[in-house]
């Protein structure tokens, strides 16, 4: 089992907050471990690493190393080799003391001058919905975090990514019905990366009553997610097989998420939110080849005769037409940056939010007829909608 101790030390490398370490009182003096080892964060031009100081007899080694392994040595140092700690964080000292079995006693205290410092510039510094040093169970079946809340080197982007979703999801949940159970489903969820982190955020740290539905073509990959779910006892967490445009299961849902559905699965996705009067949306699309084919102006000429231009301006054209169409409905709609661990060019997120009080938007649906004229195109999303522009408002 993970020892507060160790904790707290996967936290202050995980949060950045660890300023100095001294470790002393070496439980060999055989000369195999230095008497002291100091270790400090330094900033090296490929991001923040821990310098570990060996100070023997008659010699100083060093070795850097970044997050999570820092975290890693400096505890394993402490399990083997010393049997104290002075360590400065920048929301305390504190004194690390082992007895002879082990056992840990910590020692806290408020930070002193150079601590407190740079709490400021810490406190500036955003708080992550998963902190690091806190392991969320999924994350670490996951293998995105060990067992004592480090985040592997090689899963930081995956964890970021997480991380900004939670952000965006947490800065709409405000839209969401109250009082009732929420239904959210996730379309095209894949390995289920965020559909987990969703289910944790909602149901295990805020206790909220929902369920949450993930729905993918692929049977091995919604096996191992209902195996997971399962492992977790996360009980309203359910995967099914199946195809977005054919799912027809629900009659309302109150949250629809679609990341990385490929070309018109997005739209289908995107429909079914709207049929079900989904008080929030949040998609990230991708390869978007339905307008490529179609879009066409002499006027954009320099732009279209360009296959990578004009592969980047239809895949823009598809998503300002589904933000329109969004808005035409009452939705209000805004494109924000994803971050994506590949980092391809896949890092738009359209996150859409309807209250009560908005109305449906003539001045939209003109924007849109003219924009839709204008590059001669035909998106799917309109026509998965039809009948649901009002008469009043339609051609
Ligand atoms: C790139 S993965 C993204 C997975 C996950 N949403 C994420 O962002 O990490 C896209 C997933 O969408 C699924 N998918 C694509 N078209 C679909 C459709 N029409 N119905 C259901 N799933 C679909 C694929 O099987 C794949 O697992």
Not at 28 to 42: M, Y
Not at 136 to 161: C, N, R, S, W
Not at 197 to 204: D, E, G, M, N
Not at 207 to 213: E, H, L, S, W
């Amino acid at each position: 089992m993970t020892e507060q101790w160790q904790q707290d030390i996967a936290g202050w490398i995980g949060g950045k907050e660890l300023l100095q370490a001294s470790l002393s009182q070496p439980k060999r003096k055989d000369g195999t471990t230095a008497p002291k080892t100091i270790i400090r964060p330094i900033e090296m031009k490929n991001g923040l690493f821990y310098q570990f100081e060996y100070h023997f007899a008659n010699k100083v080694t060093h070795d850097n190393l970044a997050a999570p392994e820092a975290g890693e040595r400096m505890i394993a140092l402490l399990q083997d080799h010393y049997r104290q700690a002075l360590i400065k964080t920048s929301e305390a000292d504190v004194q690390l003391l082992f007895n002879k079995k082990g056992k840990a006693a910590i020692l806290k205290k408020p930070p002193t001058g150079d601590a407190q410092k740079s709490v400021q510039q810490h406190n500036r510094q955003k708080q992550r919905v998963l902190a690091e040093g806190k392991a969320a169970p999924f994350l670490v079946e996951l293998g995105i975090m060990t067992p004592e809340g480090l985040v592997h080197a090689k899963k930081q982007d995956k964890y970021k990514q997480i991380n900004r979703f939670l952000e965006m999801v947490t800065d709409v949940l405000a839209y969401l019905p109250k009082d009732k159970e929420l239904t959210i489903v996730d379309f095209g969820c894949g390995k289920s990366y965020l559909t987990f982190a969703l289910y944790h955020l909602l149901a295990i740290e805020q206790q909220r009553n929902i369920r949450i539905i993930g729905l993918d073509l692929k049977a091995d990959v919604i096996a191992f997610c209902s195996e997971l779910s399962e492992k977790l006892g996360y009980d309203k967490l359910k995967f099914l097989v199946g195809d977005i445009a054919d799912y027809e299961e629900l009659h309302e849902a109150d949250m629809v998420v679609t990341l990385h559905a490929c070309d018109t699965a997005t739209d289908a996705a995107l429909a079914k939110a709207v049929n079900w009067g989904a008080s929030v949306i949040m998609s990230v699309p991708c390869c978007q080849h339905e307008l490529f084919k179609q879009v066409s102006n002499d006027v954009l000429a320099p732009l279209l005769s360009q296959g990578l231009l004009k592969e980047r301006f239809s895949a823009l054209a598809t998503d300002a037409a589904r933000g329109t169409l969004l808005e035409v409905l009452g939705y209000k709609v805004q494109m924000l940056e994803f971050v994506d661990p590949e980092h391809t060019p896949k890092n738009l997120l359209i996150r859409a939010v309807r209250s009560e009080e908005q109305k449906p938007s003539l001045k939209k649906w003109e924007q849109y007829k003219q924009f839709r004229q204008f590059l001669s195109i035909s998106p799917s999303l309109e026509h998965m909608l039809e009948g649901r522009w009002p008469a009043s408002i339609s051609e």
